[in-house]
């Protein structure tokens, strides 16, 4: 737990590349450079020979899901590779911290994150098809990961928030208010439905489990949900509860910023900590492009039993994801 005033010197939680470990990147990643995106999935069944930035990777996975919950990685040439060669790449490094999981009701493993024109007032669009600020949230998966090919000519910062750190901030102002985030709450599904499960899911904002304060949240999937009319309904004190989450997340020093340049990677673990982006601005004819992983860690914190609505099986090392009828 942390707060962001705690971890200003980026000193801290940057890693930096060295020659030796880009240069084993970028060649264990090569022979993909020319391959269709779809052959990026046989990474999972045969990694890249990554025996430098193996050891490195193993720290980088305690960390995540054991420490602070997030990394930044700098250094990699991607402005001199193929958009495929980054790709492969980065999921190269992704399989050294866990198993990549469907992002999409179409199966892919590896994201594109950019602007499509899409509605962020539209329940079907994901606001990461947007422009728009995202409003702090957790992923379906253990642990997140972007890798930055294009930044936008203004805005787009990352931030995040350690969970357990609103948690006491809100029992501070509140705990009457910070006990109704421990109920059962509709989110949804924005569409993207599994075979027999209704269009939303009901998880807690919090949950103590084994020892551990897990998060799940996504202000605007919440609200959304209220569209069904089966939904168990936002009371005003539920929502009293969710704009306190929101003013202590936003609160400045709580929140840690960092803009990913390009070539750029951060890792952040979706259980410990939420995380959002700014609104921005695209460079014209060169628009904003992240690449996105959701990684199922092995040795990651047990959830919940409620967490098999969103994540399929609980299961450590193979869970998360989103997975849809006939897929």
Known sequence: M???????????WTWRLSDAE???LVEASSPYRVEPPEALAGIAERPLDLPILAERAASLREQLTHGRGFELIKGFPSADLTEMHCSAAFVGLGALLGSARSQNAEGDLLGHVRNTGADANDPNVRIYQT???????TDSSDVVGLMCLETAAEGGESLIVSAGAIYNEML?????????????????????VPDGAK???????FTWFEDALTVMYQRQYIESAQRFVDAPRLTETTTAALNLFDQVANDPKMRL???????????VHNHSLVHDRTAYRDKPGSPRHLLRL?????GDRPLPPVFAQRFGTT?????????TAGK
């Not at 910023?257 to 890792?267: P, S």
């Open 257 to 267: 910023a960092m803009r990913l340049d390009v070539g750029d990677m951060q890792f």
């Open 2 to 12: 942390w707060i962001g005033a705690d971890l200003s010197d980026p000193s801290i």
């Open 131 to 137: 422009d728009q600020r995202q409003t702090f949230h």
């Open 315 to 323: 299961d450590i090392g193979n869970r998360g994801g989103i997975v």
């Open 22 to 24: 880009v240069d084993e």
């Open 199 to 205: 269009p939303y899911f009901t998880i807690p904002v």
């Open 294 to 298: 959701w990684l199922s860690v092995a």
């Open 172 to 192: 501070d102002v509140d705990p009457d208010l910070t006990a109704v985030l421990f109920d059962p709450i509709a989110t949804d599904r924005r569409g993207e």
